[in-house]
């Protein structure tokens, strides 16, 4: 006689691949809603590895390791692989906590329409600037159309001695003066006598990427 199926064992492994597709369901509910956490902490500004592993990684945990602190590197790995984020390495190739997490630059819709021209930015600081006087004497320089970007308060990462720290900007200077460095930043977490005038190319901010002292 052919063997009869066992309704009962049929029916137990369609239940447990039914329990495991809901649990794998779960799973990336939980991992979707913290990426979004993630982004919505990025959208304040760049922030070190270290710190956004201090806010988030015991959520990881309890979604991947079931709780448990693992120091595998997984966790880096996961952060890195995220479409909306991105995550910088040392000199060596690697992922340390002073290694800076930001937003990912979002690529051109080429299928959109172009968007309207805009009039000749340097242009139009030249004419404005010409008519502001320092004493009784008028100026031709035109700042760094790049410091029209910044503000006050923003957040952004800024490089010193080959590392990158997240920092905000103190202080915009429009004199010519100081045209070699004319944003003042401050190191988030240190104190005040870090501060220090830099240059456009030590930030990084989605503000002025991809602009020039030309543009």
């Keep these: 006689n052919d063997a ?5 064992t049929d029916s137990g492994t369609a239940e447990d691949s039914k329990k495991s597709t809901v649990k ?3 799973k990336k509910t939980r991992a979707e809603l913290l990426e979004e956490e993630i982004c919505k902490r990025l959208e304040k500004g760049p922030l070190q590895l270290g710190k956004l592993s201090h806010l988030f990684s015991k959520s ?3 979604i991947y390791h079931n709780g448990k602190a693992v120091n595998n590197g997984s966790w880096s790995k996961w952060l890195s692989s995220l479409p909306r984020v991105d995550v910088e390495t040392d000199d060596t190739g690697r992922f340390s ?3 800076v997490c930001s937003l990912a630059l979002t690529k051109l819709d080429i299928s959109a329409p172009p968007p309207p021209s805009l009039p000749d930015t340097n242009t139009y600081l030249q004419e404005a600037w010409k008519t502001k006087k320092r004493g009784k004497q008028e100026t031709d320089y035109v700042p760094d159309p790049r410091l029209f970007k910044l503000e006050k308060g923003m ?3 800024a490089t010193s001695e080959g590392y990158t720290y997240t920092a905000e ?3 915009l200077s429009f004199r010519k003066e100081h045209a070699a460095a004319p944003v003042k930043i401050h190191y988030c977490g240190y104190t005040q006598e870090s501060d220090e005038w830099v240059h456009f190319d030590r930030l990084r901010t989605k503000a002025i990427t991809g602009m020039s002292r030309h543009q």
């Excluded at 009869?4 to 009962?8: A, E, L, V």
């Design 4 to 8: 009869q199926p066992d309704p009962k």
């Design 24 to 26: 794998q369901t779960a």
């Design 155 to 157: 957040s952004l990462a």
């Design 60 to 62: 990881y945990n309890a």
């Design 169 to 171: 900007v103190a202080k």
């Design 97 to 99: 906590p002073h290694c």
